[in-house]
């Protein structure tokens, strides 16, 4: 197996008309798997039902959203750790800043150290595109 990807061309950030076009690489996205999807693959490989690793699953959810509402770091040993993040408007008094600054909450997901090492080994494939594709933004 190996990630997919073409090259897009892409015109330079904040220039009018795009300036000088260079080429990136970007993944092909293919159909997302599935929650159930997912849970009928670990099915497959371990003694669980579907319905297990299902019901596990959407529990796993219903947990990380709690810590993720309580701020707290959720550590999940070689998986990896969500921790909760913020981003705010700018002020120029700490009083001035409150809730109302506050303007994204998201989670963000740090692979464990063997994780990291395992994507490290993922193989690349260039798929043929058209070179006369129009830019992108």
Do not use: C, H, W
């Amino acid at each position: 197996m190996a990630v997919l990807y073409k090259s897009v061309p892409k015109g330079q950030p904040g220039v009018v008309g795009g300036g000088q076009i260079k080429y990136y690489a970007s993944i092909v996205r293919e159909q997302p798997v599935k929650l159930r999807r997912f849970a009928e693959d670990i099915s497959e490989m371990s003694t669980l039902t579907t319905g297990d690793v299902f019901g596990v699953l959407e529990l796993f959810m219903k947990r990380l959203n709690f810590y993720m509402e309580d701020g707290k770091i959720v550590k999940m040993g070689d998986f990896g750790s969500f921790s909760p993040s913020i981003r705010s408007n700018g002020s120029i008094s700490p009083v001035e800043i409150n809730r109302n600054s506050i303007t994204k909450y998201k989670i963000n997901f740090r692979p464990s150290p063997i994780l990291a090492e395992r994507l490290s080994k993922v193989k690349f494939e260039k798929v043929s595109n058209e070179i006369s594709q129009e830019p992108t933004e």
